[in-house]
């Protein structure tokens, strides 16, 4: 398991009922930044050969280079919150500036403001 970073407009993540991101507002903030791309569908292969995979509405992948080596970040849509397993400070980043956009933050799944 990973620890999960989250952009929200809630105080709890949990409880957003009253301050959800809609999948609209997200799909147009994937449309309009050319370093994010929509994806559909995530598939990784696991050491004994299994492929894990998972289809949702509402994802996309962010691609960077750091120290020269190519860095992939998912970012997901659930329950009016968008969310990636936490990375580096370059992922906290660019999940600030999409915040930004859609007048919302940057926390940790136990409640840290980055």
Not at 53 to 82: C, V
Request: no cysteine; hydrophobic share 35%.
């Amino acid at each position: 398991m990973g620890y999960n970073i989250y952009i929200t407009r809630a105080e709890d993540i949990y409880e957003n009922e009253d301050s959800r991101i809609s999948l609209k507002e997200w799909k147009d903030i994937i449309r309009a930044d050319n370093e994010l791309e929509a994806i559909d569908k995530l598939e990784t292969t696991l050491p004994n050969g299994l492929i894990l995979s998972q289809e949702q509405e509402g994802m996309a992948i962010w691609e960077y280079t750091i120290e020269n080596e190519k860095q992939k970040i998912y970012l997901l849509y659930s329950d009016g919150n968008i969310f990636s397993k936490y990375g580096d400070m370059m992922m906290i980043n660019k999940m600030k500036k999409i915040a930004i956009k859609l007048q919302a933050k940057v926390i940790g799944e136990e409640g840290e403001v980055y």
